[in-house]
């Protein structure tokens, strides 16, 4: 009955129902015989039928196909072929439907008691379903370091965001997660959570960042892409402002505004939907996208904060709607909560540094440096390789020995000369880089490197004495040393525009703020659990709305994830004037 569903997650044993559709256009009746066929992957047939479908002129027809799943044990994929003979005895071949199988896994929880702050009960339920006790976090309860610091994990539920700041003091709840404490925070429709940017994305297909992360083991970005069911966070079929002045309503139907007043064609139902919303991908802080949407991918529905021995997880997934639906939405669900509901097990210490001119660019991109090669991390300029000495050298080498990081860049083969390890370099001009395939990288893809013009660069071409994960550009490299790592980035520190003619400043501070906290690296920029923006409610993401009560709603004008402008213009943006 859904004739443009494009479901292809299903679970073992599932009983699936697809058609086989013909649009007749012909001056007359027409009977087609169809033969589909259902194989698994390596193309081996494993179940087969013939129908006929006789359709009226100028009428649709549906053939039903219908079947039960194979049980299987884990993941496994399939693909749906038909094809049909039309009345002239000419055989025509259907697009393939390829889809995924998931079994039923079981959930089993450790026993620890959960926190929640909800204004609904979307969540409650799903947590008493999974029988996780939880503690229910309500107004006129006493919510004192003591309560907070008995739990591992805070779950702050779908529009709930404000009901938490009044009930959590911000210094309280700061330091909970300082000291292990981790939160999960749900679909929100603030215009900043913690001082990060939403914006409406309504994006059906999300991509995989960060695929090192235990929540993506064997899943990847087709498996999250038009989730079964619907998204209910906005109407599924929002009309124009019927408050519109006459003059505003000209064309305030042809769609929302965005954060930099650009109108976005309307949507048009919420099938599918993966994340309605997504922040925008911050500069700076210890930060990781773990998947990435929307325009130029410069958005993302998913992102861990660390601070302290806690970690932070904000997740616009569409989850609460595709809970029980979906099963990747289901078991990412799962793997959520059993990842977040255990102390992260790292220490991230100010990085290190030979030069004040270093140390204060370090500090630009929000970082806490020190001078000397100590620490988890040290960084070196180009400028500081060409006056590095042999007794910083040596002490460089016994830094790495011991399993520690270095961070880098070269432009010249003089600058290389003094690394610990041997690299070759050439010359080469790109405008769309890609990265090597590392957890040193995780959290960054070609996006957050992608260039609007060729641009000139010395690129990694190999190495010698040790093992090395190199990229097809040559844009970067992580060299073994000893024990520790030697990561050569080709991107200058110091370069780029807020609006580019090669590299991207915002990208830059990105990649960087990213690698370095991946390093182990600590950041001064922390989430401030009182920067919101907006009320949260349905109406304000509606057309004319932010024009109505602008000067009323709760902004957050900067906020210090942002240091530079994002991109400013979007060629898909449907502007009228």
């Not at 006929?52 to 549906?62: C, K, N």
């Not at 204004?119 to 339920?125: D, E, S, V």
């Not at 990842?339 to 204060?360: L, R």
């Not at 660019?361 to 100590?374: N, P």
Request: hydrophobic content about 35%.
């Amino acid at each position: 009955s859904d004739f443009v569903s494009k479901d292809h997650s299903f679970y073992s044993g599932e009983q699936i129902e697809k058609s086989g559709i013909l649009i007749n256009d012909s001056p007359e009746e027409v009977t087609v015989r169809v033969n589909w066929t259902l194989k698994d992957s390596q193309g081996k047939p494993l179940l087969s039928k013939k129908g006929d479908l006789t359709v009226p002129q100028g009428e649709t027809g549906f053939l039903p196909i219908t079947f039960q799943t194979p049980e299987i044990q884990g993941k496994t994929e399939y693909v749906l072929e038909a094809s049909w003979v039309d009345p002239a005895g000419k055989s025509h071949q259907a697009e393939p439907l390829s889809f995924r199988v998931f079994p039923r896994e079981k959930f089993s929880w450790p026993g620890k008691k959960v926190g929640l702050i909800e204004a609904g009960l979307a969540t409650k339920k799903i947590l008493q379903d999974l029988k996780i006790p939880v503690v229910t976090l309500e107004e006129g309860s006493k919510v004192n370091a003591s309560v907070l610091n008995s739990l591992q994990l805070l779950i702050i539920g779908r529009q709930s965001y404000p009901l938490a700041t009044k009930l959590v003091e911000a210094e309280a709840i700061m330091e909970a997660v300082n000291n292990g404490l981790n939160i999960l925070i749900l679909e929100q429709l603030n215009r900043h959570i913690l001082g990060l940017k939403l914006e409406n994305t309504n994006s059906r297909e999300v991509f995989i960042r960060a695929k090192d992360s235990p929540l993506f083991a064997g899943l990847d970005s087709q498996d999250l892409a038009w989730w079964r069911g619907e998204s209910h966070l906005l109407p599924s079929y929002p009309s124009f402002d019927p408050e519109s002045l006459w003059w505003y309503a000209s064309y305030s139907y042809q769609g929302q505004m965005n954060a930099w007043r650009q109108r976005r064609a309307w949507h048009w139902s919420n099938k599918g939907t993966v994340a309605t919303f997504s922040y925008e991908k911050p500069q700076q802080g210890n930060f990781r996208v773990l998947t990435e949407a929307g325009f130029d991918l410069l958005y993302t529905p998913l992102i861990e904060l660390s601070l302290g021995q806690g970690r932070i997880l904000l997740s616009q997934l569409d989850l609460t709607d595709h809970y029980g639906k979906d099963p990747v939405a289901t078991l990412l669900f799962q793997r959520i909560l059993k990842e977040y509901s255990s102390p992260k097990k790292e220490t991230k210490t100010p990085v290190g540094t030979i030069s004040q001119e270093s140390a204060a660019l370090l500090e630009g991109f929000g970082f806490q440096a020190r001078l000397g090669i100590s620490g988890r991390v040290v960084f070196l300029s180009p400028r500081d390789l060409e006056k590095l000495t042999s007794q910083q050298a040596i002490v460089l080498k016994d830094f790495l020995n011991k399993g520690r990081y270095l961070l880098t860049s070269c432009t010249s083969q003089e600058q290389a000369g003094n690394l610990p390890v041997e690299v070759k370099f050439e010359k080469r001009e790109v405008f769309n880089p890609d990265l090597p395939d590392h957890p040193v990288f995780s959290g960054v893809g070609r996006s957050d490197v992608f260039l609007r013009q060729f641009h000139q660069f010395q690129a990694i071409t190999g190495g010698k004495n040790g093992k090395i994960s190199l990229c097809a550009s040559g844009l970067a490299a992580v060299c073994q040393a000893g024990k520790g790592l030697v990561v050569i980035l080709q991107v200058p520190p110091g370069q780029g525009k807020s609006v580019p003619d090669g590299w991207s400043r915002p990208k830059v501070r990105r990649l960087y703020a990213t690698v370095l906290s991946n390093l182990g690296a600590i950041s001064l920029v922390k989430p401030d659990w009182l920067a919101i923006g907006g009320w949260g409610q349905i109406e304000e993401w509606l057309p004319g709305y932010a024009e109505r009560v602008a000067k009323k709603a709760p902004k957050v004008k900067e906020s210090h994830f942002y240091p530079e402008e994002g991109l400013d213009w979007d060629p898909d943006a449907h502007v009228a004037f």
